[in-house]
Nanobody, 125 residues
């Protein structure tokens, strides 16, 4: 069974930065990994994804320029670098992974088999 473990969340003031990490118990066979977040009362939203094999990345417009997704295959770790954090970024952040290629939208939560437990990010003004 694959496990994903996120870390790096915390409380910061507006304008601050955090780097989230997601360590996988194994990455062999992963096709895509993504970062999502969910604020209280809101749906889980996709922030960024990476195709593990090619390293191709995509970041949604709402956080582009502030958030960066990257990976270290040797460390079996996915990262989300977050800069200039704002109170509206407050949420639980999750990483997700799947082994299958998919023709639909990468941010459909149903396409991901593996999820981490989440790490909380709180940004105060």
């Amino acid at each position: 069974q694959v496990q994903l473990v996120e870390s790096g969340g915390g409380s910061v003031q507006a304008g601050g930065s955090l780097r989230l990490s997601c360590v996988a118990s194994r990455r062999y066979g992963f096709y895509v990994m993504g970062w999502f977040r969910q604020a209280p009362g809101k749906e889980r939203e996709g922030l960024a994804r990476i195709y593990v094999g090619s390293g191709s990345t995509y970041v949604v417009d709402s956080v582009k320029g502030r958030f960066t997704i990257s990976q270290d295959n040797a460390k079996k770790t996915l990262y989300l670098e977050m800069n200039n954090l704002q109170p509206e970024d407050t949420a639980m952040y999750y990483c997700a992974a799947d082994c299958r290629s998919y023709s639909g939208n990468w941010d459909q939560t149903s396409r991901y088999t593996y999820w981490g437990q989440g790490t909380q990010v709180t940004v105060s003004s």
